[in-house]
């Protein structure tokens, strides 16, 4: 079955970093968009950063500079690091697949939490 999972969140303080992992479950993951997103409580949910099958990323203008995606196709498994953590940062983080190719569907992974104590 499709899973989508992942991992990296936990609590840390302003001005740290962290590095998030994604990893997608599929037998055809070049042939799909990668994401993140993040949502806090009450708000909608953002989206921060795509990568493309080759490697090509994508990035929400106001967070580029501290924020990178990437992805690593022979282990199905992208990444998202982030530096200069704020309080602002704090949400819940999501990986997101999108298909490219064929069936255009989507998956959502459950989301990693990240805390960025003040």
């Known amino acids: 079955q499709v899973q989508l999972v992942e991992s990296g969140g936990g609590l840390v303080q302003t ?7 994604c990893v997608f479950s599929t037998d055809a993951f070049r042939l799909y968009i990668m994401s ?4 806090s409580p009450g708000k909608q949910r953002e989206w921060i950063a795509s990568v493309n099958a080759r490697g090509a990323p994508t990035y929400l203008d106001s967070l ?9 196709n022979p282990k199905n498994t992208i990444y998202l690091e982030m530096s200069n953590l704020q309080r602002e940062d704090t949400a819940v983080y999501y990986c997101y697949a999108q298909r490219t190719v064929g069936d255009r569907v989507d998956f959502w992974g459950q989301g990693t939490q990240v ?4």
Do not use: E, N
């Open 15 to 21: 001005g740290g970093s962290l590095r998030l992992s």
């Open 36 to 39: 993140w997103y993040r949502q």
């Open 64 to 72: 580029k500079d501290r924020f990178s995606i990437s992805r690593d």
């Open 115 to 118: 805390t960025v104590s003040s």
